[in-house]
């Protein structure tokens, strides 16, 4: 079975700062790793994912996540970030050789400030 | 750009009545998904459907659910009789293979009151 963590419920953040969301996971088999975005009273939006090659995984609205396997992480970052880019974030992942069910993350709120 | 689509957007129902939540996937996709998020809560996995029927499904997906393929086209889940906790916003998915991320809708929030 697979499990998602994700280390900071909420991360308040000033406009043009970098951030970093924390996600680690524990799976006895390889991974696909993915992040999506839940805009307020959206849906869910892909922003990136790694299904093997690259550890560095660039994605939309200039996030990048890099997966490292030795500590079970997928960190999603930004150098700067915008007002606009205040939101739910869930990392998730699934058993790699083949798309199955997501286990989610309970999500980090990305609150940035001006 | 092709998109999944959930109607209703918002959908109230009074304990015990039966509800369809109805789903247009994209166009070519085989793979099928229902989650659920509770409010304040982590998304889950309610059942995936491939091939005309149930591929797996979680612990939360017991006999009150049920989902269905009708047409070709729509992919709905039914819920039988609803309880106060079935209250939660719940996102179709699809996929186009085993191998490619699923594109989730919008979502239906619905309230059972």
């Known amino acids: 079975a697979q499990s998602v963590t994700q280390l900071d419920s909420q991360v308040p953040v000033f406009e043009e700062a970098p951030v970093e969301l924390r996600c680690n996971y524990s799976s006895s088999v390889s991974v696909y790793l993915f992040w999506y975005v839940q805009y307020p009273n959206q849906g869910l939006q892909l922003l990136l994912k790694y299904l093997s090659g690259s550890t560095l995984v660039k994605g939309i609205n200039g996030f990048e996540a890099e997966f490292n396997k030795s500590q079970t992480s997928f960190h999603l970052r930004k150098p700067s970030v915008h007002i606009s880019d205040t939101a739910e974030y869930f990392c998730?992942?699934?058993?790699?050789?083949?798309?199955?069910?997501?286990?989610f993350g309970a999500g980090t709120r990305l609150a940035v400030h001006p | 750009e092709p998109e999944v689509t959930q109607t209703p957007s918002h959908q109230v129902t009074q304990m015990g009545q039966e509800v369809i939540l109805r789903c247009v996937p994209i166009s070519n996709h085989l793979y099928f998904y229902w989650y659920r998020q509770i409010l304040g809560q982590k998304v889950e996995f309610l059942v995936s459907f491939y091939n005309n029927e149930i591929s797996e499904k979680s612990e939360i997906f017991d006999d009150q659910f049920s989902v269905e393929r009708p047409d070709g086209s729509n992919f709905t889940l039914k819920i039988r009789s609803t309880k106060l906790e079935d209250s939660a916003m719940y996102f179709c998915?699809?996929?186009?293979?085993?191998?490619?991320?699923?594109?989730f809708g919008q979502g239906t929030r619905l309230t059972v009151v």
């Open positions: 998730a992942v699934t058993p790699s050789g083949g798309y199955n069910k997501l286990i």
């Open positions: 998915a699809s996929g186009g293979n085993a191998n490619t991320e699923a594109f």
